[in-house]
């Protein structure tokens, strides 16, 4: 599978990641990107035992064309690079779009 990163992930990435000195989740992001690689479809990575490990999920009503992968107290969220509604046997790019921690924040 190829994956690419938008430059709204690049930058969440280096505002949440980076800057704030997360190492464990940059392995644990890192980690991942490598595994969705081997993979050559979304099919074959939703039915592996890694979509448990990272808790990967599609999302739901409005926001239902993204899907998240959680990492510690951090949601990694990407698309795939297709239309609406997703064939998960034809994926096989997906676009990376944030690193997002504000599920967590205290309001």
Do not use: C, G
């Amino acid at each position: 599978m190829i994956v690419r990163e938008s430059t709204k992930y690049k930058r969440s990435y280096k505002d949440t990641i980076l800057k704030k000195k997360k190492y464990e989740e940059q392995e644990k992001i890192e980690r991942l990107i490598e595994i969705m690689i081997t993979f050559p479809n979304l099919h074959n990575f939703m039915i592996s035992q890694y979509k448990e490990k990272y808790h990967v999920e599609q999302k739901r009503a409005n926001l239902k064309e993204f899907f998240t992968a959680r990492i510690n107290k951090l949601r990694l969220i990407f698309k795939p690079v297709s239309e609406y509604p997703y064939n998960y046997l034809e994926i096989d790019e997906i676009e990376l779009i944030e690193v997002n921690d504000d599920h967590y924040k205290n309001l």
